[in-house]
């Protein structure tokens, strides 16, 4: 549904981002993890095609950001960090005009704008002028307003800050209903918030992607293993047992490299052990060929103590 | 042109629940009820101290179009007071929608920024109109108590004069809302734009040459006095359009440039 390569953006010399590339499949919650400053607004404008990117190309829905903008947008519904709301004016007549430049067929405005009220739970605040609104009742107003033309994707910018505990755990459901009929990109820089709603994450970091992976992959790593990355050259399942065998490894994976017949593998190990010199000693004695050993995600350590992990008084359902 | 309605009816819609609005339409329908006031006594004096001159000297009063006189020159000091009044109605237009970040919103709709543009331009040209409604009355006392009644040529011209007028005004104050982020900035560049304007005119006036002439033929206000006698010269509907077209082809500039200076 949405495929980002090699996407740069700079600012005179300074890059925002530099060479990310992920892709969404459709009905799919991504989240964008990173502190703040990481480069994830700037990613989510270059989808939405506020801001055009230096380098790289974006599609969304099939049609390229910068040659078919219009298009684009016509299935995007974004809610930007701060939402866009015109304080002055009723809920009512705010929906109405977004649903007019959003294109929404006139004879469905009104059920439109009345569905979109009933699943932000706003019904009642319609008449109400939206500068007399809490934070959270605006938050959900800007969500009204992403929702309001039933678009195919949705890109969310950090969607719960700013919002007491309760709003929070309201809004994540709601993000969470809407997976399957849309697909969402979420942007935050608090980790729980994406292991309670998101699928899949990108984590950035100074404008780069620093990993993709589920959430249950991150939370364990943050839990306490240490990573190393191993190319060797043998039978996959051989070479696996024997990696297995090592006291302290905790889990191993495995992926076939292209052009030869050698394996990388994964490995994870309690933290602290330092089991590398065995790790060598144990592949070269089984006598298969070791090609390459390294740590890894050491700056996925860095970004993580970056990231705000703990929330007071949240707690998922 | 569905997308420019709906933009129209949201400025309009902001304009009206500011207390801005209100501010402006009030201190202008006063301003001009003054000047109003003060241009009819000082012609009616005049006519008074004509009659008795010639009731001294005998013979018949010297004829004298006061209805034309007043529109003239009512239409005259209305040019020169909505240069104060205008840079208010157009402070926000853009300003506004950047220090809140609306603009986000119309950025990624499918909307063009053309639309936009024209939306708005059309909302605060609809929005000087609307100041002018209630001037309309003074033409209607000097209708029932002139006769024989005035003619509406000058007035329909007057008017139209001042909405282009109005129209280029708005258009470079839109301009300059652009630019910046705050209200009150793009309020004072604007009105130091039309005090430019205005300094031009004077200087535009008396004298000759090659620099004279081209000072005549920009000087926007100069332009104004055909249509307040009455006189719609194509020139001047030309020089108009085009000042309105390169106000907004300005702000266009502007507004793509926004995206890529973000």
Known sequence: MIEVDHLTKRYGSVKAIEDVSFRVEKGEILGFLGPNGAGKTTTMRVLTCFLPATEGTARVAGYDVFKQPMEVKRRIGYLP??????????????????????????????????????????KEYGKTVIGKLSKGYKQRVGLAQALIHDPEVLILDEPTVGLDPNQIIEVRELIKSLAGNHTIILSTHILPEVSMTCQRVVIISKGKIAAVDTPENLTRQLQGSDRIFVVAKGPEAGIKSKINEIEGVLRVESTKLDGDEAYSFSV???????????????????????????????????VFLQLTTKEEGVRSR | MKNILAVLQKELKTYFVSPVAYVVLTVFFVISGYFFYSIVSIFVERSMMMMMQSQQFGGPPPAMDIPSLVSRNFFQVMSTV???????????????????????????????????????????????????????????????????????????????????LGGCLLSLGIFISTLTENQIVAASVTFGAFLILWVINISARGGSGPLQEILNYIAILEHFEDFSKGVIDTTSLTFYSSFIFVGLFLTYRSIESLRWRQ
């Open chain 1, 81 to 122: 960090e701060n939402p866009p709301l015109y304080n002055e004016i009723t809920v009512d007549s705010y929906l109405d005009f977004v649903a007019k430049i959003k294109g929404v067929d006139p004879a469905e405005r009104t059920k439109k704008i009345e569905e979109v009220k009933d699943r932000v739970s706003i």
């Open chain 2, 82 to 164: 909505i240069l104060f009044m205008l840079p208010m109605v157009t402070m926000a237009t853009f300003a506004e929608e950047k220090r809140r970040g609306t603009i986000e919103l119309l950025f990624t709709s499918p909307i063009t920024n053309i639309q936009i543009i024209l939306g708005k331009f059309l909302a605060a040209l609809s929005f000087f109109a609307v100041m002018l409604v209630p001037t309309l009355i003074y033409f209607g006392f000097v209708y029932f108590y002139s006769s024989p009644s005035m003619g509406f040529g000058p007035v329909l011209s007057g008017y139209l004069g001042l909405l282009l």
């Open chain 1, 268 to 302: 994870e190990a309690e933290l602290k052990k330092e089991i590398r010199g065995k790790l060598a000693r144990k592949i070269v004695e089984s006598g298969f060929d070791l090609l390459e050993l390294r740590p890894v995600s050491l700056s996925l350590e860095d």
